[in-house]
């Protein structure tokens, strides 16, 4: 592999629906990442929606994985919130990354089944201040 080919280690992956309001949060952050800072090839910074199961490619290989998006927590709305894999695989963090379902838990035990998921994942989350319609 060249210099110039070098493969992300770290992802910063914004979830959410801009359309849904606060739910728009981690499309948001990430886009103002991409503007506002200059990373390095080793990072990559990307908005990927609503992914559902979609969302294990990008966790494949990883070393790193920050998730950025709304969660449903007790607090004052604007709050945020991080989150080690740990917590949400206890279920003591109930994540609302989706509309429909998280993936997120599902994608981890796709790419650790083959032995590639990534060595720590962190959830930055901000409480938001309207739910999700049904």
Request: proline content about 7%; glycine content about 12%.
């Amino acid at each position: 592999m060249t210099q110039n080919s070098i493969a992300p280690r770290v992802s910063i992956i914004g979830l959410g629906n801009v359309l849904l309001g606060d739910d728009g949060f981690g499309p948001f952050t990430v886009e103002l990442l991409r503007t506002q800072y200059e990373c390095g090839p080793e990072v990559e910074i990307i908005d990927l929606g609503t992914p559902g199961l979609d969302l294990a490619p990008y966790l494949y290989g990883k070393y790193l994985v920050i998730i950025v998006d709304a969660v449903s927590a007790e607090g004052k709305p604007g709050t945020v919130r991080t989150y080690r894999e740990s917590d949400f695989l206890d279920c003591q963090a109930p994540l609302r990354l989706t509309d429909h379902d998280s993936g997120l838990q599902e994608s981890l035990a796709r790419v650790r089944l083959v032995g590639r998921g990534p060595s720590e994942v962190r959830v930055v989350g901000v409480i938001p201040e309207h739910s999700r319609p049904n």
